[in-house]
């Protein structure tokens, strides 16, 4: 049986880091397990064009790949400035006035000699909190997230809903985290469920979907509203 556990996280803004948003620093409560998490999935239409705050634009779209994974980069800039290169698979979502969080890609800069050259290779890094005046990954401040295997997604109402991952041997706990970036509120849900996780490939747990005031974490289905699971499917093959 998955009990749900409900913590509300008030925390003081720091307004020289977030303007128009909360401070990002969720705490656990001492000696209790992380517990409730919904999520809205794409309440996201496509990713990648997902609406900017005015002055931001994405502009010089290529590709970009290494042996385990491709996709679309583009160049994230506030005006004339340029902010980083962001992969489009995940886009730029807007959390707070000025405040966006992307996933950044880096080239490396050492070439790999081909029969057709010299080739450089290209990986997503971890996703990251940014405002003018600074810049965070988010796996610095959210309890459990994992760049690499949490499978994050952000809904149009600055939340983020992402699988928390309790690292322990031999399979690591997992749950549904969510994470309201203007109300500094953390919600979690131990999913009844452990995995090795033994595997490069980085959407092995799904995204979380969304569907009206249901959220599904591979089949375990949340009702929004009441933080509850209301059904359990087998998870997809």
């Not at 452990?194 to 980085?202: C, F, I, Q, S, V």
């Amino acid at each position: 049986m998955i009990m749900p556990v409900r913590t509300l996280l008030r925390i003081a803004p720091i307004l020289s880091v977030l303007a128009g948003c909360s401070s990002p620093d969720p705490q656990m409560p001492p000696n209790k397990a992380v517990a409730s998490g919904p999520q809205r999935t794409a309440d996201t239409v496509s990713r990648s064009e997902r609406a900017l705050p005015s002055r931001y634009v994405l502009t010089d779209t290529t590709d970009w790949g290494n042996p385990l994974e491709e996709g679309t980069r583009a160049i994230l800039r506030r005006g004339v400035t340029s902010i980083d290169t962001v992969d489009l698979g995940f886009g730029v979502a807007a959390v707070g006035q000025d405040s966006l969080v992307f996933l950044p890609v880096r080239t490396d800069t050492v070439a790999l000699m081909t029969d057709m050259g010299p080739s450089y290779e290209s990986s997503r890094t971890d996703h990251v909190l940014w405002t003018p005046v600074r810049r965070r990954e988010l796996s610095d401040f959210l309890p459990f997230f994992d760049a690499d295997r949490s499978s994050p997604t952000i809904s149009r109402n600055s939340v983020i809903y992402y699988w928390g991952i309790a690292r322990r041997k031999p399979t690591n706990r997992l749950y549904a985290m969510r994470y309201e970036f203007r109300t500094a509120r953390l919600d979690s849900l131990f999913l009844n469920r452990e995995d090795a996780l033994e595997t490069d490939y980085r959407y092995h747990l799904g995204l979380p979907q969304i569907d009206g005031n249901k959220i599904s974490f591979d089949g375990v289905i949340l009702d929004d509203p009441t933080w509850r699971v209301i059904r359990q499917e087998p998870p997809p093959n």
